[in-house]
């Protein structure tokens, strides 16, 4: 029911939401969990994910995360496939607007996740898991020997492209300035590695390929040229956007959108009774996952952050 008042609240549905509702299940809370209209986060476009422990011949993305949520609901999570479309955080209870109607919670977990930024083309988009990706340590294992390039000019750029040259033959990477935003000694390590080129003042205009990708489509920036570079793998790192346009106003974001854990705003405070590092700016709001973390996001880190803000929820309702 709408009107009832829950014990706790989940905003997002994939690793870090679920692994959050699943332990608040097991503790009885009863947890009430907006799923989305597109629900299980990121891995819902992964093909094989060969890296989550527990699945020793890989297991496809969307396998894994409905079984992620028949686990939660086995214990008792209620599920509801909506957007949430607004929150109020400013009193208690906490309000969730989803599907026109208001719900009340007592402690709520934000765990909407991350979307790629991706470059936009309509191809692109359809080679998602059939050669690109967003992810080199989810995917660089399946282009050995294969040629790859790695879109963009900061730190996560470089650091995909060092991680694919552990398997792949050749790396470049394309970047549409002349100067990179990494840092230096990004540039440098990247730089002095052999399997690693760069094509500069330049930028990616289509993905090239019917069922597997094929090659792109790159466009010098100076001169307008074009011309259609044969390859295997396109690793797109131009960014991430966090999901969090319904918490403006409502919690503490950084600077890039990021929810910020009151760990990070209060360094060193114990904010008596308890330490809550999974806490936001307000008290008895959580979160967890890609919305908060932009430096890791795998899945395994996020279901992490989700236990960890459910034991937190769990010991915040009994104070």
């Not at 496809?60 to 599920?79: C, H, S, V, W, Y």
């Not at 009151?262 to 330490?275: F, H, L, M």
Request: charged letters at 25%; one cysteine or more; a neutral charge.
């Amino acid at each position: 029911m709408a009107n009832e008042i829950r014990n706790a609240v989940i905003i997002g549905s994939g690793p870090a939401g679920l692994t959050a509702a699943l332990y608040l299940s097991r503790a009885n809370l009863a947890p009430l969990l907006f799923a989305g209209s597109k629900w299980g986060g990121q891995l819902m476009l992964t093909t094989d994910v060969e890296n989550y422990p527990g699945f020793p011949k890989g297991i496809l993305g969307p396998d894994l995360m409905k079984l992620f949520r028949e686990q939660a609901e086995r214990f008792g999570t209620e599920i509801v496939n909506s957007d949430v479309t607004s929150v109020g955080f400013g009193g208690r209870p906490f309000k969730i607007t989803a599907n026109n109607q208001i719900y009340q919670a007592k402690s709520v977990i934000i765990a909407n996740g991350a979307e790629t930024r991706w470059l936009g083309f309509a191809n692109e988009q359809k080679l998602i898991g059939r050669g690109v990706s967003s992810c080199a340590p989810c995917d660089a294992f399946f282009f050995k020997d294969k040629k790859v390039i790695v879109v963009g000019g900061g730190d996560s750029a470089m650091e995909e492209a060092l991680t694919l040259t552990k398997f792949a033959t050749s790396v470049a990477i394309v970047h549409r300035r002349e100067e990179f935003r990494a840092s230096k000694i990004m540039v440098d390590r990247a730089s002095v590695n052999k399997k690693i080129s760069f094509i500069l003042n330049s930028e990616v205009v289509d993905v090239l390929g019917k069922d597997r990708v094929e090659g792109v489509k790159i466009k010098n920036i100076k001169d307008n040229s074009q011309k259609e570079m044969p390859l295997d793998g396109i690793f797109v790192a131009i960014g991430h956007i966090p999901v969090t346009d319904i918490y403006r106003g409502e919690v503490e974001l950084d600077d890039k959108g990021y929810v910020r854990r009151k760990a990070q705003i209060y360094v060193g405070e114990t904010d008596a009774p308890g330490n809550y590092k999974m806490m936001t700016s307000v008290k008895g709001v959580f979160v967890a996952g890609d919305v908060h973390d932009h430096h890791y996001r795998q899945a395994i880190t996020a279901a992490g952050y989700g236990c960890m803000a459910a034991l937190e929820v769990e010991k915040w309702l009994e104070q």
